[in-house]
């Protein structure tokens, strides 16, 4: 490790109001080999139905217990973790050891948003921990960009272990999990993702931060931070619904991940009231996304 992954690992708690962080080279990784250190045989795990493989994949390789309750539905939620408390490891007649909840904070397939708030409150009801995956929805919800827990006005102290990816808002790659620096600590000392893999890159480590400070307002400039990818979607849907379809290209169909373009096919039905009705919408949803260009001229 170098002192730019300790400088980055310090920036990670600031972001997301955690006391300590560990990153990692790789985001699935993150999940798989870090959920293992975290709970075992004696330990119950309860998932969201449509969690990533990742957190499906470092569930089972902990060894403990899973049950999963219907996708972001909290009476399930609910229903699932009363039984557990009422009765215990079935096996040895024990109240389990832990009970962690599982859960990512937007779903990226279905487009759903945890309800985070009512897990927070089952989570203390029934005194589990919670496990929350902000992979797209760190840097990309709230108020300042800091995921669910700014989306919703809730303190990260009220989630036990925050992890989130850089391949998303980021730009970049690997992953992190934020939490205690009790947690930090343990994890640091028996995840197979620090004893076994390499570093985090120092080029990729930097792009983190440098996208990350431009989030916080703190890289000296008034640059806006955006996923181009993301901007070329949105872009796409809010014109879509005008009645407007386009083509969308990005990366690396055109040479950089800073760029975006929409194809525009014309034929000789479209009238010059229609074109013009593209050229406005065009301009309106450039302004609003901040996508156009510098030299940009009406």
């Given at each position: ?14 972001f ?7 990153v ?28 990533h ?15 999963v ?12 973790l009363?039984?557990a ?7 040895r ?20 948003v ?15 921990l ?25 303190d ?21 999990i ?12 028996s ?7 390499s ?34 979607s ?18 690396p ?20 009231e ?11 949803q ?7 260009m ?5």
């Open positions: 490790s170098l002192a730019l992954h300790n400088e980055l690992e310090t920036l990670v708690a600031r997301v109001g955690k006391p300590a962080a560990m990692f080279g790789m985001g699935f990784a993150t999940n798989s080999t870090n959920i293992p250190t975290l709970v075992g045989k004696k330990d119950l795990i309860i998932s969201d139905a449509l969690n493989s990742s957190l499906v994949t470092g569930a089972r390789l902990s060894g403990a217990t899973i049950r309750f219907k996708h972001n539905d909290m009476k399930s939620l609910e229903s699932v009363r039984e408390v009422v009765k215990g490891n079935p096996r007649h024990r109240p389990w050891g832990k009970i962690l909840i599982i859960v990512e904070g937007v779903y990226s397939m279905e487009g759903s945890l309800r985070l708030p009512e897990v927070v409150a089952l989570k203390k009801k029934y005194k589990a919670l496990y929350l995956d902000e992979a797209h929805s760190i840097g990309a919800v709230g108020p300042n960009g800091r995921g669910v827990t700014d989306y919703f006005g809730v990260p102290a009220d989630v036990d272990i925050m992890m989130g990816t850089f391949t998303k808002s980021f730009g970049a790659a690997g992953g992190y934020a939490a205690t620096q009790e947690i930090i600590d343990h994890i640091r000392g995840s197979h993702s620090a004893a076994y893999a570093s985090m890159s120092p080029p990729v480590a930097m792009q983190v931060m440098s996208s990350m400070k431009i989030i916080m307002g703190e890289d000296g400039t008034d640059e806006v931070y955006a996923d181009f990818i993301s901007v070329s949105a872009l796409y849907r809010e014109l879509l619904a005008k009645k407007i379809a386009l083509v969308g290209v990005t990366y169909v055109i040479p950089s991940f800073t760029q975006c373009r929409f194809r525009i096919c014309l034929s000789a039905g479209h009238t010059r229609m074109l013009d009705e593209i050229l406005d919408a065009l301009d309106e450039g302004d609003f996304a901040r996508a156009k510098a030299n940009h001229r009406k």
